[in-house]
């Protein structure tokens, strides 16, 4: 009979385990939720978008909605996913919508003779603001609107630099 | 008051199981329909056959149209879409394989999704309407199982990977095409075929690779086997074929400066030698425009079997890796 009395205990303890595990995954699919379709931070760094972000990194906000809607304008920083290695982000700057021309310098160290690209229909243009130390669309071409995850809101790391970029 | 509450405790549950669903279609697994026929007969299948052709409101007489029983028959046959199930667990690493069957968005219109297989991995080449194409780094090429009526990479190239939202397992409705899909294979057709890989074939004796057995060179091209490099032999051969040449670099061998590029099989990638594109020496010029193949690990013999090292050939023009 003391058998019986401890199964029930411990149906009791299950019970209680179960509805704390199924507190924790409710808690994690919000947090999911949040991070794939409203705002996230995101630790981004290298020298391609100097001045406006340092090179030894920053933690950005990223909103998640405005891509959905087709709102992404010109002279925004987005995330995309890196064209040429679907695993990793890049943060650069849109320069160019579709059926925009553009021209670049193929080459700013050289500065020589200038190329004249149209963005295709679905695609945007994306330059970091250093050009000397970034690959983006001068390397890799336009990149598929789809490929945008985020738009960047402000910067909140390191404090001194906290506030909206632009 | 009691309905106040019962509302607000329907809402809970909602929105809880909302996010609960999401979050699973995100990371797990969803089911989507397929519209159209891109993918007949593997997807699809009865909007390709004759009866399904009938139904279609273009190709059936005007008068019919409006007979409820012809509705009725439409309503079963073409809206009887498959629906299928999308896996998310390939986003993590994005590792695809030929023969995939792919979710992603459309590089032109960001709202729509479409379903197609990858017949191109990054690197490989794809013979298109005119020309040779090489598949760029991080990109993929797909190619709907219905050629007739398929909006694909031949109309807008290669997509990136990073457009891909999930790979199709199986279908789950109607439920007697649930054992019907196979994943990699394409109701019977050669998946080499579909996918175009172009790959020259050579007749007679030739050197092939030792892990897919492309074949490289013709016993007749052999110009020496007395090279050398880091693994062991190395031959001279006047041309090869199904290698694809890699980036310039100077390299100093046995003999002097030269400027080669290393060369890797078409199928499986896996580095075969060099080719030789400029010698510094006068009296290595001969050397240009040729290449080498290592092989000891590379390379199959026309007999079939690797090769051992003949230590009583004299070594000359003998060039280390």
């Not at chain 1, 760094?45 to 959905?68: C, K």
């Not at chain 2, 000891?296 to 007999?303: E, I, N, T």
């Amino acid at each position: 009979m003391r058998w019986l009395r401890y199964l029930n205990q411990w149906r009791g303890t299950a019970k209680e385990a179960l509805e704390q595990v199924s507190i924790v995954a409710k808690f994690l699919c919000l947090i999911h939720v949040t991070d794939r379709y409203i705002i996230s931070s995101t630790h981004v760094q290298g020298p391609s978008m100097l001045p406006t972000l340092n090179l030894t990194g920053d933690v950005i906000l990223a909103e998640h909605l405005s891509h959905r809607f087709g709102k992404i304008g010109l002279g925004d920083i987005v995330l995309v996913r890196s064209p040429t290695d679907p695993t990793r982000m890049v943060t650069k700057r849109i320069l160019g919508l579709e059926g925009h021309r553009l021209s670049f310098s193929a080459d700013p160290l050289v500065g020589d003779g200038s190329v004249s690209v149209v963005v295709p229909k679905g695609h945007v243009w994306i330059q970091g603001d250093n050009l000397y130390a970034s690959t983006d669309s001068r390397n890799f071409g336009p990149v598929p609107y789809s490929l945008i995850e985020g738009k960047a809101l402000l910067r909140v790391w390191p404090p001194r630099f906290f506030g909206s970029l632009r | 008051m009691g309905i106040q509450n019962l509302l607000w405790q329907v809402t809970k549950k909602a929105f809880t199981g909302g996010i609960i669903g999401v979050t699973i279609s995100d990371r797990c697994c969803s089911v989507v329909p397929v519209r159209g026929d891109s993918m007949s007969p593997t997807l699809n299948p009865q909007r390709n056959s004759y009866l399904g052709k009938c139904l279609l409101e273009e190709n059936a007489p005007k008068l019919i149209l409006f007979d409820p029983y012809f509705l009725l028959i439409r309503l079963l046959i073409l809206d009887a879409d498959d629906y299928v199930l999308v896996e998310k667990f390939c986003l993590q690493d994005y590792k695809f394989v030929r023969g995939d069957v792919v979710v992603f968005s459309s590089p032109t219109h960001f709202k729509d999704k479409y379903i197609k297989r990858i017949v191109g991995l990054p690197g490989e080449w794809i013979s298109s309407s005119r020309d040779v194409i090489r598949v760029p780094e991080g990109h993929c090429w797909v190619e709907g199982d219905n050629k007739a009526s398929s909006l694909d990479s031949r109309t807008f190239g290669p997509i990136p990977l990073g457009l891909i939202r999930g790979r199709v397992t199986s279908v789950v409705w109607p439920p007697q095409r649930f054992l019907a899909f196979r994943p990699r294979f394409s109701s019977g057709v050669d998946l080499l075929k579909m996918g175009r890989l172009f790959v020259i074939d050579l007749q007679g004796e030739t050197y092939s690779c030792k892990h897919c057995h492309t074949p490289f060179a013709l016993t007749d091209d052999l110009i020496s086997k007395s090279f050398h490099c880091k693994h062991g032999r190395a031959y001279l051969f006047e041309n090869v074929v199904n290698v694809t040449v890699g980036e310039m670099e100077h390299r100093i061998m046995m003999t002097g400066w030269h400027t080669v590029a290393d060369i890797f099989c078409v199928c499986c990638g896996s580095l075969v030698g060099w080719k030789y594109e400029i010698a510094y020496e006068k009296s290595q010029k001969y050397k240009e425009g040729k290449f080498i193949i290592e092989s000891r690990f590379k390379v199959l013999g026309p007999d079939g079997g690797g090769y051992d090292m003949n230590e009583d050939e004299p070594m000359i023009g003998s060039d280390e890796e």
